[in-house]
């Protein structure tokens, strides 16, 4: 991706930012009203900022960082409440979240008898 594209396309995001905004809030109220406006509106911000879509040719992959306690990433237990905003927005989003945790145990290096709780912690200090 050339970085020309990042820095001149914020009319475009800017644009698809406010109609998702627009989406989220007509259908929050009518659903339950402005309360749950507040909430939904809060709720989206905080879910898709705990995100990364990552990819490379052909693939693609939605990692989901645990914010609330010691930074593991595809935390299971994370994952089913974060679903139902991937299912709103676009499903797709929930099987790229899921990829990597299927191609993991897939892969034999989960041998443990119970299921698969994380992928492993994210470490934020500089490696040397």
């Known amino acids: 991706m050339q970085t020309s594209f990042f820095y ?7 644009t698809a930012a406010s ?5 989220v809030t007509s259908d929050s109220i009518a659903a339950g009203g402005n309360d749950y406006n507040i ?11 705990a995100t990364q ?16 306690s010691d930074g593991d990433i595809q935390t299971v237990d ?11 927005f676009n499903p797709t989003l929930l099987k790229y979240l899921l990829d990597p945790i299927f191609i993991y145990t897939e ?6 008898q119970y299921a698969l709780h994380d992928l492993g912690l994210v470490s934020l200090q500089k490696l040397d």
């Open 19 to 23: 109609a998702l905004d627009e989406q």
């Open 8 to 14: 001149n396309d914020f009319s475009n995001a800017q």
């Open 107 to 112: 892969a034999g290096l989960f041998g443990e």
């Open 78 to 88: 994370v994952i089913f409440p974060t679903m139902p905003i991937l299912l709103y």
């Open 39 to 49: 909430i939904t509106s809060l709720s989206v911000r905080q879910a898709f900022a």
């Open 53 to 68: 879509l990552v990819g490379s040719n052909g693939t693609t992959y939605l990692f989901l960082k645990e914010v609330s």
